[in-house]
């Protein structure tokens, strides 16, 4: 994505504003469907687009994992 201090082109639609400003969650999600947190980059103060781990249930080991072979 290529943002400039005036508007920020995003999947086809533009939208005006500060990189901080257009670059939020929901839009994240929205245009590349992932959850992710976004936060302020402490170099630059730019945003920074942090992936949220999916979260996985817990069905117990897999298949083999962890099983001592004769």
């Known amino acids: 994505m290529r943002t400039t201090p005036r508007s920020c082109a995003t999947a086809g639609s533009r939208r ?9 969650e929901d839009l994240v999600s929205s245009v590349f469907g992932v959850d992710a947190l976004v936060v302020p980059d402490p170099l630059t103060g730019t945003p920074l687009v942090l992936p949220r781990p999916r979260r996985r249930r817990w ?12």
């Open 16 to 24: 005006r504003g500060t990189p901080d400003a257009v670059v939020t």
């Open 59 to 70: 069905t117990g080991p897999e298949p083999g994992v962890g099983s001592i072979r004769p």
